[in-house]
C-alpha cells in the first residue's frame, strides 16, 4: 500500500507536528536509566507511531511493540512484557525500545489490575519506554502522564496536507486535479494516514476534475470491499475510506451479518456483539462529542466481517425484528458460554448442535425445561430464545 511504501524512515519527514517530534527526538536522544517514560496522544494518523519507530531507526534502537489493548489484563501484560525485563541482560549489545501502543485501550473495572502492571513497568524498566494513546481524558489515563513526559500530537492542518498530497502525487505521477487533493485533505480530518489511503483510491479510478461519492468509496462498493478483507489493517484501512456515517456503517454491516447464511451461529453471535460493542461506542461519541473514540468503532466492525467471506446485504428486515435477531444472538451465546465447561464441548458446537436438541427434547416435556432452566440459572430469555428454536422444528 501507499501508507506502507511511503513511511518515514526519518522523523523530519513526517507531516505537521513539528515542535511535538523534536520533543521525541531529544527524549529518546538523551534517555538515560531512571529516566521517565514517553506518552504521546492525540487523534489517529497523526504520527505517533511512525514518530517513534523513525527516531529508533535513527538513533539505533530496536523497537519491541505491543498493543496494550490486546493484552489489557495484567496476567496477559506479564506474559507479554515480563520476559523483556528478565532477559535484557541477553541484548547487551543492542538498544531496546519498549512500545505500548493504545494503552487508552486498558479500560473497564476488569482491567484496573492491567493498569497497575503498566505503571509498575514503566517505573522499574531498565530500557526506553514509549506509549501512545488516543485519548486524554480517562483517570487511568492521569497515572501514566503522572510518570511520563506527555508529548500532544495534533491533527494535521488541511492546508499542510494538501501540500503534503501535492508532492506525493508528483513523486509518484499521478494526475490528481488540484481541488480533489484539497477536498482528499479537508475529508481527512487531520489525518494523514487516511488522506494517502484517500489518495491512493482516487490514484486507480479516472478522473475527471471533481471528487464523486464513488470515488471516495460512499456506495455499495464500498462495503463490498470491506466484506472482502483478509487482514484487520486491510479492513480497517477500508472502513476509513468509506464516506458514511458511523451509524450507517453499523446498520449496514450488522445487515450484512444478520443476513449471511455461511456463517455458524456462533459466528454470527461473535459478530453481532462485535457490532453491539461497536454501537455502544456510538452512544458514547454521541453523547460527549468524543470523536477520538471512532478508531475503536471501526476496530469492531472490523472484528465483525474480517476473513467472514461475508456479502453485502440489501436488507428489507424491519428493524424491530432485526432488533430481535440481535437480542437473540447474544442470548444465545451467554447459553454456549454456560453450558459448554458442563457438557466438555465447544461453545460452536452447543450453539449448533445442542440447543437444537434441548429445544425438541422440551417441545413435549415442559416440566423438564422448568428444571432445565432452574438448574442453569437462566431466565425468561433463555425460555423464549428455545420456544424459538422449538417453533423451528
Same mark, same amino acid.
Given at each position: 500500500?501507499?501508507?506502507?511504501? =511511503?513511511?518515514?524512515?526519518?522523523? %523530519? ?6 515542535? *511535538?517530534? $523534536? @520533543?521525541?527526538?531529544?527524549? +529518546? /536522544? ?88 503498566? =505503571?509498575?513497568?514503566?517505573?522499574? %524498566? ?6 501512545? *494513546?488516543? $485519548? @486524554?481524558?480517562?483517570?487511568? +489515563? /492521569? ?251
Amino acid at each position: 500500500m501507499l501508507t506502507e511504501r =511511503l513511511r518515514p524512515e526519518k522523523i %523530519a519527514q513526517l507531516v505537521g507536528n513539528e515542535q *511535538a517530534r $523534536l @520533543e521525541v527526538f531529544k527524549w +529518546l /536522544k538523551h534517555w538515560k536509566t531512571g529516566s521517565k517514560s514517553l506518552l504521546l496522544t492525540g487523534p489517529p494518523g497523526v504520527g505517533k507511531s511512525t514518530s517513534i519507530y523513525a527516531v529508533a531507526s535513527e538513533l539505533g534502537y530496536t523497537v519491541l511493540e505491543y498493543n496494550a489493548s490486546d493484552v489489557r489484563t495484567r496476567e496477559r501484560l506479564r506474559e507479554a512484557l515480563s520476559p523483556t525485563l528478565e532477559n535484557a541482560s541477553l541484548f547487551n549489545e543492542e538498544k531496546l525500545l519498549v512500545f505500548l501502543d493504545e494503552v487508552d485501550g486498558i479500560s473497564g473495572r476488569a482491567d484496573y489490575a492491567g493498569m497497575d502492571f503498566v =505503571l509498575d513497568f514503566i517505573e522499574n %524498566a531498565t530500557m526506553p519506554v514509549a506509549m501512545a *494513546a488516543n $485519548l @486524554e481524558d480517562t483517570q487511568k +489515563l /492521569k497515572k501514566i502522564e503522572q510518570k511520563s513526559l506527555v508529548v500532544r500530537f495534533s491533527s494535521v492542518p488541511v492546508d499542510v496536507l494538501t501540500i503534503y498530497l501535492r508532492a506525493v502525487s508528483l513523486k509518484e505521477d499521478l494526475e490528481i486535479p488540484e481541488d480533489l487533493l484539497e477536498k482528499i485533505a479537508r475529508n481527512s480530518r487531520g489525518d494523514a494516514r487516511q488522506a494517502i489511503n484517500s489518495l491512493q483510491t482516487v490514484s486507480g479510478k479516472k478522473i475527471v476534475g471533481s471528487l464523486t461519492d464513488h470515488q471516495f468509496m460512499s456506495d455499495s462498493s464500498a462495503l463490498d470491499a470491506v466484506m472482502k478483507a483478509q487482514t484487520m489493517p486491510e479492513c480497517l484501512s477500508l472502513l476509513r475510506q468509506y464516506d458514511a456515517q458511523p451509524y450507517d456503517k453499523i446498520r449496514a454491516i450488522f445487515d450484512s451479518v444478520v443476513s449471511a447464511k455461511n456463517l455458524s451461529l456462533e459466528s454470527k453471535v461473535e459478530s453481532l456483539e462485535a457490532i453491539s460493542q461497536a454501537d455502544m461506542i456510538l452512544g458514547k461519541i454521541q453523547k460527549r462529542q468524543s470523536w477520538r473514540l471512532l478508531r475503536y468503532l471501526d476496530r469492531y466492525l472490523a472484528d465483525a466481517v474480517v476473513s467472514k467471506k461475508i456479502s453485502r446485504a440489501d436488507s428489507s428486515i424491519p428493524w424491530n425484528l432485526r432488533l430481535a435477531i440481535w437480542n437473540d444472538g447474544k442470548v444465545v451465546k451467554q447459553m454456549a458460554e454456560a453450558l459448554s465447561e458442563e457438557y466438555h464441548v465447544g461453545k460452536s458446537a452447543i450453539a449448533s448442535f445442542y440447543l437444537p436438541f434441548f429445544a425438541l427434547y422440551f417441545k413435549y416435556r415442559p416440566a423438564a425445561l422448568e428444571r432445565f432452566i432452574e438448574k442453569n440459572n437462566f431466565g425468561d430469555s433463555e425460555k423464549r430464545v428455545l420456544a424459538k428454536l422449538t417453533a423451528k422444528k
